[in-house]
């Protein structure tokens, strides 16, 4: 369904060129749900908004491919592009309150995108609006239909934002962390409500993450980012059962494991991720990595494959 080659992501700015997505290859089948993960500043966001074509800023430069079903979206003008967001291709954005408009009531929100794209009367987008508020769960809908953002939680509003998403049944779906500013408990039901909802459309699904447990409970295949490039990707099993680069192995170790003796304090990775402004030769994980050696002053390559990952211990 998706196919992103090479991708590149920099922006000019008055230091320098910051090359915030470097090389970043993968692809996305009909009904998968595929995890990304790193930390914050590793290009996970800026990697979708560049599927999405949300990357408006003048100073950006966007080259490598990213084709939908075989159609080219890089270079696609604004107008072509518009057709396809919202109703082939939707994105649930990391926060609700920003994402939602707040002179608008909610139901307004959503019966816009249906009529935007969809020939159908206003009472009928209306409707549906109602009907999407139910299916994510919202008590009442048909009152809540007329609620404005700030009157709803943030639990409640992410449900809108899902809504909102799912308003044209689009075939792919991007999560930008939806659950990252709720507590666990409606994190929870999110989770459940993602997994139900890929059920019931079959929408495949590109899911942003830093948090490797949601990972274990909904992906299907995962790739892991870092300063910008993929560092590891492979199936759920695979990067949980036998991490292969370090980074991803840290990511495990700093969270508390299920089975096993408790440990009296989680593994924390030391250090901060690089300024790409000022990229560090060779590995960019180096100088926080425990497994450094010689060889790391070189720059490691990701090899084609399924299953990979660009670490010298592992391709030397």
């Known amino acids: 369904m998706l196919k992103v080659t090479g991708l590149n992501v920099s922006f000019r700015t008055e230091q320098g ?7 970043v290859s993968f692809d996305v089948a009909e009904g998968e749900l595929m995890g990304i993960v790193g930390e914050s500043g590793s290009g996970k966001t800026v990697s979708l908004l560049a599927v999405m ?4 800023d003048p100073n ?5 491919s990213i084709a939908y079903r075989g159609r080219e979206l890089v270079g696609l003008p604004s107008k072509e592009m518009r057709k396809l967001r919202g109703r082939e291709i939707a994105m649930i954005f990391q926060d609700p309150m920003t994402a939602l408009t707040p002179v608008y009531t909610i139901g307004w929100q959503i019966a816009e995108q249906i009529l ?13 609006a109602i009907d999407l508020l139910a299916e994510v769960n919202i008590p009442n809908p048909g009152e809540a239909v007329h609620r404005y ?13 899902i809504a909102m998403a799912l308003s044209c049944n689009p075939a792919l779906l991007v999560a930008d962390e939806p659950t990252t500013a709720l507590d666990v408990t409606v994190q929870a039901q999110i989770l459940d409500l993602v997994a139900k909802l890929r059920r019931n459309h079959g929408s495949a699904i590109v899911f942003i993450t830093h948090d490797m447990g949601v990972m274990a409970e909904i992906a299907d295949r995962m790739m892991v980012m870092y300063a910008g490039r993929v560092v590891e990707r492979g199936s759920k099993e695979e990067l949980f059962l036998s991490p292969r680069h370090p980074y991803t192995q840290a990511l495990l170790d700093s969270i508390p494991p299920l089975v096993g003796a408790r440990p009296r304090r989680l593994r924390t990775i030391p250090g901060t991720p690089p300024n790409l402004l000022n990229r560090p030769a060779g590995c960019a994980f180096a100088p926080r990595c425990p497994q450094r050696f010689e060889k790391c002053s070189a720059d490691p390559q990701l090899p084609a494959g399924a299953r990979a990952a660009a670490c010298f211990r592992v391709n030397p």
């Open 53 to 56: 074509g949300l990357i408006t």
């Open 17 to 23: 060129l910051v090359r915030a997505v470097e090389n």
């Open 116 to 128: 935007a794209h969809e020939k159908v009367s206003k009472q009928a987008a209306w409707q549906r």
């Open 60 to 64: 950006a430069i966007i080259t490598g």
């Open 149 to 161: 953002p700030h009157q709803l939680s943030g639990g409640m509003r992410q449900r809108v934002v």
